[in-house]
């Protein structure tokens, strides 16, 4: 399913002049791709086929020149495409799959599954560079570094992540329109003493439907479809990149299984501070992650036979970004000196379009048309630097 599929409008039609030139712009140009969604007055519902309803983002709307040319008032593609490797990792390849077919052979319906629909007739998702399986989140806390709309953070909450954090530069507008998404998208289980109430719960959760209400003078019952609860732990905080003086930061050094950072990478007078964000954030790999690994290793071997997936490896920086404004501006944060320095280096990296094609990644690829780069993003994967045995000589 192509990117731009699972996005629609929501809101008034368009009515100023550059609206209608924007929407032209299809027309005029065919192969011209929207590679930003939505506005202060146009909100996004983003569909996935691994969840019951779709997801309702709102916008921030800036005051002040500052915050509004940092761009977090948009949803990017690179946050689509996140989000769709996130469900195929987890939903279809990973830990939902994982809990749906062992629920199967036990004859049984799967009570903490995060998703709803079949995973054998959900989007398929293919990568020649990369095991989708590794995009799993189950289990795992993550962190979104800039993240606008915190759209892969909040299907990384639906779908079974232990720990969510949500992060962009504090801006009121910009982290009160944060916490609206996660209030508006995210369901807590709520507390309950009795457990004839949690089992109503989780019924309510296994048919992913709304408990009947009326609706005004119609009578009407209320049926819309509804995401399960989370279990994640979801918090929204302020962080300014390369600033660790606040209690968010002094409280989660090397706290985070995967950082996620998407269409980050077009200000290369920022890339040290982001590369410094991401060492910060991101767990050292050491004898808690081996320990991990073997806990999940231990899970896997309980699936059944049909299950075949390895241990997805941790930790792991995930960057995506588009090339609208430029491959070299981009091309900049991946320098593996500066990488090094901040204890990182690339594990895999290629470039993936709106329409799932794929090709290697390259620095420099001359002179590209502005219409048809808009199409392609950059999609990478940092890990921990490894030491490098020296030779014998």
Same mark, same amino acid.
């Given at each position: 399913?192509?990117?731009?599929?699972?996005?629609?409008?929501?809101?008034?039609?368009?009515?100023?002049?550059?609206?209608?030139?924007?929407?032209?712009?299809?027309?005029?140009?065919?192969?011209?791709?929207?590679?930003?969604?939505?506005?202060?007055?146009?909100?996004?519902?983003?569909?996935?086929?691994?969840?019951?309803?779709?997801?309702?983002?709102?916008?921030?709307?800036?005051?002040?020149?500052?915050?509004?040319?940092?761009?977090?008032?948009?949803?990017?593609?690179?946050?689509?495409?996140?989000?769709?490797?996130?469900?195929?990792?987890?939903?279809?390849?990973?830990?939902?799959?994982?809990?749906?077919?062992?629920?199967?052979?036990?004859?049984?319906?799967?009570?903490?599954?995060?998703?709803?629909?079949?995973?054998?007739?959900?989007?398929?998702?293919?990568?020649?560079?990369?095991?989708?399986?590794?995009?799993?989140?189950?289990?795992?806390?993550?962190?979104?570094?800039?993240?606008?709309?915190?759209?892969?953070?909040?299907?990384?909450?639906?779908?079974?992540?232990?720990?969510?954090?949500?992060?962009?530069?504090?801006?009121?507008?910009?982290?009160?329109?944060?916490?609206?998404?996660?209030?508006? $998208?995210? %369901?807590?289980?709520?507390?309950?003493?009795?457990? =004839? *109430?949690? !089992? +109503?719960? &989780? @019924?309510?959760?296994?048919?992913?439907?709304?408990?009947?209400?009326?609706?005004?003078?119609?009578?009407?019952?209320?049926?819309?479809?509804?995401?399960?609860?989370?279990?994640?732990?979801?918090?929204?905080?302020?962080?300014?990149?390369?600033?660790?003086?606040?209690?968010?930061?002094?409280?989660?050094?090397?706290?985070?299984?995967?950082?996620?950072?998407?269409?980050?990478?077009?200000?290369?007078?920022?890339?040290? $501070?982001? %590369?410094?964000?991401?060492?910060?954030?991101?767990? =050292? *790999?050491? !004898? +808690?992650? &081996? @320990?991990?690994?073997?806990?999940?290793?231990?899970?896997?071997?309980?699936?059944?036979?049909?299950?075949?997936?390895?241990?997805?490896?941790?930790?792991?920086?995930?960057?995506?970004?588009?090339?609208?404004?430029?491959?070299?501006?981009?091309?900049?944060?991946?320098?593996?000196?500066?990488?090094?320095?901040?204890?990182?280096?690339?594990?895999?990296?290629?470039?993936?379009?709106?329409?799932?094609?794929?090709?290697?990644?390259?620095?420099?690829?001359?002179?590209?048309?502005?219409? =048809?780069?808009?199409?392609?993003?950059?999609?990478?994967?940092?890990?921990?630097?490894?030491?490098?045995?020296?030779?014998?000589?």
């Amino acid at each position: 399913m192509a990117l731009m599929a699972r996005v629609s409008l929501t809101g008034p039609p368009a009515q100023e002049p550059e609206d209608f030139l924007f929407s032209a712009l299809s027309v005029i140009f065919p192969d011209d791709a929207a590679n930003q969604h939505g506005d202060a007055d146009h909100d996004v519902l983003y569909t996935s086929p691994h969840l019951p309803a779709p997801l309702h983002l709102s916008l921030a709307d800036p005051a002040h020149d500052d915050d509004r040319l940092l761009f977090a008032h948009y949803l990017w593609n690179a946050s689509l495409l996140l989000a769709k490797l996130i469900e195929a990792g987890t939903a279809v390849d990973g830990g939902a799959r994982r809990r749906v077919r062992r629920s199967r052979t036990r004859g049984e319906q799967a009570t903490n599954s995060s998703v709803d629909v079949d995973p054998d007739d959900a989007d398929v998702v293919t990568s020649r560079y990369a095991r989708v399986a590794d995009f799993d989140v189950t289990g795992l806390a993550t962190l979104e570094l800039g993240a606008g709309t915190a759209l892969p953070s909040l299907v990384a909450a639906l779908l079974g992540a232990r720990r969510v954090a949500i992060t962009d530069y504090p801006s009121p507008a910009t982290l009160d329109n944060l916490r609206a998404n996660v209030a508006r $998208n995210v %369901r807590q289980r709520p507390a309950k003493e009795e457990d =004839e *109430e949690d !089992e +109503e719960d &989780e @019924e309510d959760e296994e048919r992913g439907k709304q408990e009947p209400e009326l609706n005004g003078a119609n009578d009407r019952v209320d049926c819309r479809p509804r995401n399960p609860f989370s279990t994640a732990a979801v918090t929204v905080d302020g962080h300014e990149w390369g600033s660790f003086d606040t209690p968010f930061a002094a409280a989660n050094r090397h706290a985070f299984d995967r950082v996620a950072v998407c269409d980050c990478l077009w200000m290369p007078w920022q890339h040290d $501070n982001l %590369r410094r964000s991401i060492d910060w954030f991101l767990k =050292e *790999e050491g !004898e +808690e992650e &081996e @320990e991990e690994k073997k806990t999940r290793a231990a899970d896997t071997t309980e699936e059944t036979t049909e299950t075949t997936e390895s241990v997805p490896a941790a930790p792991r920086c995930w960057a995506v970004a588009g090339f609208h404004t430029g491959r070299d501006k981009l091309a900049a944060f991946f320098d593996e000196a500066a990488l090094a320095a901040a204890n990182l280096e690339v594990e895999a990296i290629w470039d993936r379009d709106c329409d799932d094609q794929e090709r290697p990644w390259a620095a420099d690829r001359g002179v590209e048309d502005v219409t =048809e780069r808009k199409r392609w993003l950059v999609l990478a994967v940092l890990r921990r630097r490894r030491r490098r045995r020296r030779s014998r000589g």
